[in-house]
């Protein structure tokens, strides 16, 4: 199953942070927010708004979409057009089963693996 958006977003977060050789303290004093939040966020305990993400995306030096992508705020875009991310789609679909969303999702997985 595709892990959740929030973890993702948290260890995409800590990655982002380490690249620019940040400590967890220094992105939180860049960012305005406290270091304990910050921490819950990357550890995927807590999902945070889209203010935060842009106070992140500052302190990082990157891009505010990038992060909206990653929390499931925005649909990725390739030549303007959106990409859904079809494993929400699926798990977001109440007439699937959990063991239908699985196997959808593990088939997916196989076509677009490297």
Do not use: C, F
């Amino acid at each position: 199953m595709s892990p959740n958006p929030v973890t993702d977003l948290g260890g995409y977060l800590k990655e982002q942070r380490e690249q620019a050789e940040l400590s967890l303290r220094q992105l939180a004093e860049r960012s305005g927010i406290s270091n304990p939040y910050l921490s819950q966020i990357e550890r995927g305990l807590k999902k945070p708004s889209a203010e935060i993400l842009q106070a992140l995306a500052k302190g990082l030096r990157i891009s505010a979409e990038q992060l909206y992508v990653r929390a499931g705020i925005l649909d990725a875009t390739v030549d303007g057009e959106i990409v859904p991310d079809t494993r929400r789609v699926i798990n977001a679909d109440p007439l699937l089963t959990a063991k239908q969303r699985k196997v959808l999702i593990d088939l997916y997985d196989s076509y677009i693996e490297d």
